[in-house]
């Protein structure tokens, strides 16, 4: 398929991405550390540590995990953290250290975080003291040999700890862990042992990121330090003349174990010398409100769901936005409704992009700040995209197929899972999204369906085997079906079919017993009883009938 779209390139934006000048994050961050050293990298709850700040701490935790955790190249280290400032030092400190990162929704139930740490042969662990009962059964099963747990606290400036062990204290939410073999952060800032110098190059693995697998668990995408550093600089030159180095500060309510939030935010806006701020819980919205007034936010990142939540508030509309520049959209579908009331609100456009785990992340976004089109944008700079039929064969423009993606951003497989990674990528080497989609003869891409069963929940990704493996094993169910349904405010939401050998079974029952064993944008918000299921003459559960029903 000709390159069509780098014709509508912005002014001054090339086709391809250059040499990329590091061997490593670990080169991006200390270059940035030098040059913005005194400039604020990160702030949360009031409190906020400057580059040099944070490369102090990452040493000092990179020092530890070598001397005493034998971390290494290769060695697994798994984060489990909300957006606190102890996840870009723990993030850093552990690329410093030579390790590979394992990112860990905080939210995971012990059965999900079982599969994570057991496939990843993650040796070591840091984890918020909130989530350490979910970690606590399981650890005999897994092969940590080290955990590190941090505190709601950690980093903050004095006034600011006592304030937030106060309001903890009150709630009740004092966490006292009761395990011998931990170490707490806190503790680990207070002695610095010696760093040894690990040479990392483009082709060591940065990330073991996980996502949903059709099998019911999740599996790793390979993010290599290249993989990185690549989308890093095709997002540098798309944004680079709307930025001013050293002088951005980007809301960074998005979490950033999640791969969106992870390149943009953190890496991407790091290497600008941006300051993130963090936003620890942004469902929290009047906390979340009298943090963006309170800041002169000029970047945004968000999905839809985050969108249309401070929308809902008419205090948002009070808000200062003299400095906002642009937002940037992805993780889901931006809708229509949502960019034209947020235009008129903050007077910008939501930039719309497209992503996937598998493609650290991003493939294609819009030009920033041009007024919505519907379309997930045009690809950057080195990246191909092609549009494939059942045979894989491209079809003309115009004509819908599966979006196909071929770039250096691209992951090199999934990792132990040689079947999976054949089963990604077309027979030339393009990584099959799974996404059914369109170009229009400007070269913008639009996706019309979704070839996978996979639901996009929040910006999440979920898979129905997994939803209906979990709820199998309720006494009471029988069988289960899982679909997605449009959904204003999360993208999707999940609709459950049970059949169930106990009549009184009720939908509260269900999801109930769902919030005990799933993430929460995995819980359904429906659940219908039906006798049986749709099924095809081999006994595959037919989704699409479902969705008639």
């Not at 005194?38 to 070598?66: D, G, P, R, V």
């Not at 600089?233 to 680079?240: P, R, S, V």
């Not at 945004?300 to 200062?320: P, R």
Request: proline content about 3%; hydrophobic content about 40%.
């Amino acid at each position: 398929m000709e390159k069509l779209w780098t014709k509508n390139y912005p002014k001054d934006i090339p086709d391809t991405i250059d040499e990329i000048e590091y061997n490593s994050l670990v080169d991006l961050f200390d270059k940035a550390t030098r040059k913005y050293s005194t400039n604020i990298a990160f702030s949360n709850l009031k409190s906020s540590l400057t580059f040099n700040q944070t490369k102090k701490h990452a040493e000092k935790f990179a020092s530890y995990l070598q001397t005493k955790c034998n971390s290494k190249k290769n060695t697994k280290v798994a984060i489990m953290l909300p957006n606190l400032m102890t996840y870009p030092v723990t993030l850093f400190g552990s690329f410093l250290s030579g390790a590979t990162v394992v990112n860990v929704n905080p939210l995971f139930k012990e059965r999900e975080l079982e599969n994570v740490l057991i496939d990843s042969e993650a040796d070591i662990i840091i984890v918020l003291d909130k989530f350490f009962g979910e970690l606590e059964p399981i650890i005999s099963k897994t092969n940590l040999k080290h955990i590190i747990v941090c505190k709601i606290t950690d980093l903050l400036n004095p006034i600011m700890k006592v304030i937030v062990n106060m309001v903890l204290l009150y709630k009740g939410e004092k966490k006292k862990i009761n395990h011998q073999n931990i170490i707490y952060f806190n503790e680990i800032l207070k002695t610095t042992y010696q760093l040894n110098d690990i040479k990392l190059n483009k082709n060591d693995i940065a990330f073991l990121q996980y996502t949903g697998g059709t099998t019911g668990k999740s599996k790793a995408a390979i993010l290599t330090h290249g993989n990185l550093l690549s989308n890093i600089e095709q997002l540098n030159l798309w944004i680079k003349n709307y930025i001013i180095d050293g002088k951005e500060v980007i809301l960074t309510a998005l979490p950033l174990y999640h791969i969106f939030s992870l390149t943009v935010n953190c890496l991407t806006f790091f290497k600008f010398g941006a300051e993130n701020v963090l936003i620890t819980n942004p469902r929290d919205l009047r906390s979340f409100l009298k943090t963006l007034k309170s800041t002169k936010f000029t970047v945004m990142t968000a999905v839809n769901t985050l969108f249309n939540l401070l929308l809902t508030s008419s205090d948002f509309k009070k808000i200062n936005f003299d400095n906002f520049k642009f937002s940037v959209g992805g993780g889901m579908a931006v809708l229509k409704d949502t960019a034209e009331k947020w235009k008129t609100i903050t007077g910008t456009n939501i930039s719309q992009g497209y992503g996937l785990t598998e493609t650290s992340p991003v493939v294609t976004i819009n030009i920033i700040n041009h007024e919505y089109n519907g379309t997930i944008g045009l690809p950057l700079p080195s990246t191909h995209v092609s549009i494939r039929d059942e045979k894989e064969n491209e079809v003309v423009f115009g004509e819908k197929g599966e979006l196909c993606v071929k770039g250096p951003q691209v992951m090199k497989g999934y990792w132990k899972n040689e079947e999976e990674t054949k089963n990604a990528f077309t027979k030339d080497g393009f990584f099959k999204t799974g996404d059914v989609a369109m170009m229009n003869s400007k070269g913008f891409v639009k996706i019309v369906d979704r070839k996978k069963d996979m639901i996009i929940s929040s910006g999440f990704n979920v898979y129905p085997n997994e939803i209906e493996d979990y709820l199998t094993t309720h006494q009471d169910i029988i069988e289960v079906g899982a679909i997605g349904l449009p959904d204003k405010n999360r993208g999707e939401s999940i609709k459950v079919f049970v059949v169930s050998k106990n009549s009184n079974l009720t939908q509260s029952e269900v999801i109930a017993f769902c919030k005990k064993g799933l993430t929460i944008y995995k819980i359904p918000k429906t659940v219908v009883f039906v006798n049986e299921l749709p099924k095809s003459n081999v006994g595959k559960i037919l989704r699409r009938k479902l969705r008639d029903l």
